[in-house]
């Protein structure tokens, strides 16, 4: 256990941007862009998330897996606060979040609407469904080499 005074507010930050997200594995939450702030408040620690959407049903999960992640530091006193201004936006997501969305299979968001297959990375996907394996992703299929895949879906 963590002493008072003692705190390595940095250590603690390392291991709460270390989480990953539970339904994107490839991803931690600080490169999807919902981790908004580590502090340490009078030796306790606040960490501060923005979900994806309102309703995304990961955020139970997250909230424990950080919990989890600073108590491994020794940490006991800690807090996840949810705060949802600014609300999220796929702008949040890191450069490594999109190349790891892509070499996952997951189309990830573009400034420009363009989505491109990310196995052959063939333009003009056909949308299938506008929900896919979770609620902030698409399912399309590729118009070239036909096959399914998500686009994670920018808001």
């Not at 709460?16 to 600080?30: H, Q, R, Y």
């Not at 580590?38 to 997250?62: F, H, K, L, N, W």
């Not at 118009?143 to 920018?154: L, N, R, T, V």
Request: net charge negative; hydrophobic share 40%.
């Amino acid at each position: 256990m963590v002493k008072a005074g003692t705190l390595d507010i940095s250590a603690v930050t390392e291991a709460v941007e270390s989480v990953v997200d539970p339904e994107i594995p490839v991803l931690t939450i600080d490169e999807l862009g919902i981790l908004r702030s580590v502090a340490d408040e009078d030796g306790r620690v606040v960490v501060t998330i923005t979900p994806t959407y309102s309703g995304c049903p990961a955020m139970r999960q997250i909230e424990d897996d950080i919990v989890a992640a600073v108590r491994r530091r020794g940490v006991h006193d800690v807090e996840v606060r949810t705060t949802y201004s600014p609300a999220w936006t796929t702008d949040w997501i890191s450069e490594e979040g999109h190349r790891k969305l892509a070499e996952f299979g997951i189309a990830p968001p573009t400034a420009l609407q363009e989505v491109v297959c990310p196995r052959c990375a063939a333009d003009s996907p056909r949308l299938v469904a506008r929900f896919g394996s979770t609620a902030c992703k698409a399912l399309m299929v590729c118009s070239s080499c036909g096959e399914p895949f998500d686009y994670f879906k920018s808001h």
